[in-house]
C-alpha cells in the first residue's frame, strides 16, 4: 500500500494506523540510510582533496600547497636571473656601441690619411 505523503491521509483502523506508521518508518529508515551512503561519500571526497591539497606522509607532504610554493620559488628565481641577463645585455650593446663608434672614426682616419697621400 503505498500512500502519497502531500495528501493528508487519516488512517480510520487500527489495522491502517499500524500499515502507516510502517510505511512512514521504513521510508524514513530508507531515507537515513541514502544520507549516511552520501555522507560516507563526502567524507571520502573531503580526506581525497585534503591530501591533494596538502599531501601526505607517503608523499613527504607534497601537495599543491608545497608544489605551488615551490613553482613561486622557481618563478621568483627566473625573475632575478632575466633581470641579471637584461643587465648584461645592456652593458654589452653598451660596450659594442662604444667598440662600433670608434672602429668607424679609425676607419674614416685611415680613409682621409690615404686620400691625403
Partial sequence: ????????YIPKTQAEKVDFLMA???RREDHIKELQKDVQLLTTN???LTTAIVGSSLNNNKGL???IEQ???KV???KEENAMNKKD???AKFWGRGA??????SMGLLIKKIFQL
Fill in 76 to 78: 621568483e628565481k627566473i
Fill in 24 to 26: 512512514t518508518d521504513n
Fill in 100 to 105: 662600433a663608434g670608434v672602429l668607424f672614426v
Fill in 89 to 91: 645585455l645592456d652593458t
Fill in 71 to 73: 613553482i613561486e620559488i
Fill in 1 to 8: 500500500m503505498f500512500i502519497k505523503m502531500s495528501e493528508k
Fill in 46 to 48: 573531503v580526506s581525497n
Fill in 65 to 67: 600547497v608545497k608544489l
